[in-house]
């Protein structure tokens, strides 16, 4: 039973942070949502920054499973749409840290220096890819290039949401967002890769275009 509550403590804040903005929930709220004293909360968390502590590994988790790149082959187009479907999922489940980025890793060291350690995994994951795709003969970059193509892609993906809700609106249904990320963050590539290769990820891009 205590274990089911801390589970819906956690489901019912993810859901709030991503509604109404981690900032602007409390444990209060999260309390009252769920129909149990705040007392009862506090048995399972000391506040509410353990529990954006305890979000935040679970998003560690998807994010690093997201990132995994191809074992024993060389990786391919199909596995850069791949990974970028699987990311772009991971920070819609959890846009609350997206959202309200800056400030949650501004209160909280912990926090800035693991979400660095995601930035640089993601880092090098996107880095083995585009390598590996030099190495394949289906693009051509320089090592310099590549570095810029990294840091491109990061920018991109990681304030994606802020932008798009600036841009077109919030009330855009998530696979139109999520669409337009992937769509931007595929066609980086496109300078760079072989005749063919570009055919093939103006397809690959093209099912994300909304």
């Known amino acids: 039973m205590a274990r089911r509550t801390r589970e819906r403590i956690l489901e019912t804040s993810l859901a709030m942070f991503n509604a109404a ?7 209060n709220h999260i309390a009252d949502e769920l129909g149990i004293s705040p007392g009862n909360l506090y048995y399972h968390f ?3 920054d353990d529990i954006v502590g305890q ?8 994010m690093d499973e997201a990132l995994t790149a191809p074992q024993q082959r060389l990786p391919d187009l199909e596995d850069v749409w791949l990974q970028l479907h699987l990311v772009f ?4 489940d959890f846009r609350f840290l997206y959202r309200d980025l800056v400030d949650i890793l501004a209160r909280n060291r912990t926090l800035r220096l693991r979400f660095g350690r995601v930035l640089e995994r993601a880092a090098g994951a996107a880095r083995q ?3 590996g795709l030099v190495e394949s003969g ?12 990294v840091e491109s892609i990061l920018l991109i993906a990681t304030f994606w ?10 009330t855009r249904e998530q696979p139109q967002r999520l669409a337009r990320g992937i769509h931007q963050v595929m066609l980086l590539l496109a300078p760079y890769l072989r005749e063919a290769e570009r055919a093939h990820l103006t397809g690959l891009a093209g099912a994300y275009r909304a």
């Open 21 to 27: 903005g981690e900032p602007n929930v409390t444990t």
């Open 46 to 48: 000391r506040n509410k």
């Open 55 to 62: 979000l935040f590994a679970r998003y560690e988790q998807r």
């Open 89 to 92: 999922e991971c920070m819609w």
């Open 129 to 131: 890819v585009l390598h």
């Open 138 to 149: 289906a693009m051509r970059a320089s090592s310099s290039e590549i570095e810029a193509l």
């Open 161 to 170: 949401l802020d932008y798009d809700a600036v841009r077109h609106g919030a």
